[in-house]
């Protein structure tokens, strides 16, 4: 069974304070982990894929890693609007029905001024 | 490009009141669509998908139940609610990407069960 480990569950940082979110993830062979960003009272909202170990992505102050076991979302110099609940996902390289996500926990993180 | 709808945005509702939560995709066809509820401060819990008009698959078995009457119309009923339906219910799509299929999500339905 896939599972999908988020830590820490909740994260205080200062403005410009940057950090690292981790995403440790067990599945059958990996098509693709994903990151969200999920604003209170909204819907997650896509931010990357990753398909490999070793793969990087980034937009604006947000870094996505990917290794073999694990992803990291790095967060540099953040600022308040950062703030939100971050959520990490797996997709199963065998094609299972409906092309299911995996989803971890999330992990909260404030950013304040 | 592609949007998702869901109605309504907050609904509060009896113990043992019915429920219908809409949900319809504008941009593409022949979506896979999902159904999602979020406990607060909680990760997201797959409750039904659907690969096609009227297929319908169930991941948790609960009081609740999903239809597909439209291509790209997902729909989430109950009969009786109970007071552990209360939650944020999140509708997803997803369309084929490079190799991986991401999937993107509507607003949300905060149902409270009084």
């Known amino acids: 069974e896939d599972q999908v480990t988020q830590s820490p569950e909740a994260l205080r940082l200062q403005e410009g304070e940057s950090s690292s979110l981790n995403c440790s993830y067990t599945?059958?062979?990996?098509?693709?982990l994903f990151w969200y960003r999920q604003d209170p009272g909204k819907g997650p909202e896509f931010l990357f894929t990753l398909y490999s170990a070793g793969e990087e992505k980034e937009k604006e102050r947000l870094k996505a890693t990917l290794t073999k076991k694990e992803s990291f979302l790095h967060i540099t110099a953040p600022k308040p609007e950062d703030s939100a609940t971050y959520l990490c996902a797996v997709q199963a390289r065998i094609k299972a029905a409906g092309n299911k996500l995996t989803f971890g926990g999330g992990t909260r993180v404030l950013v304040k001024p | 490009s592609q949007t998702i709808h869901q109605w309504p945005a907050t609904l509060v509702q009896p113990v043992g009141s019915p429920l219908s939560l809409e949900c319809t995709v504008e941009g593409t066809s022949n979506p896979n669509l999902y159904w999602y509820r979020q406990a607060a401060g909680r990760g997201l819990q797959l409750l039904f998908y659907s690969v096609g008009i009227g297929q319908i698959s169930s991941e948790v078995p609960q009081n609740l139940s999903a239809s597909r009457p439209q291509d790209r119309q997902f729909i989430l009923s109950s009969k009786k609610l109970l007071l552990s339906d209360s939650g944020f219910y999140l509708c997803?799509?997803?369309?084929?990407?490079?190799?991986?299929?991401?999937?993107?999500f509507g607003p949300g339905t905060r149902l409270t069960v009084t």
């Open positions: 997803a799509w997803n369309r084929e990407g490079a190799w991986a299929y991401e999937q993107y």
């Open positions: 599945v059958s062979g990996l098509r693709g």
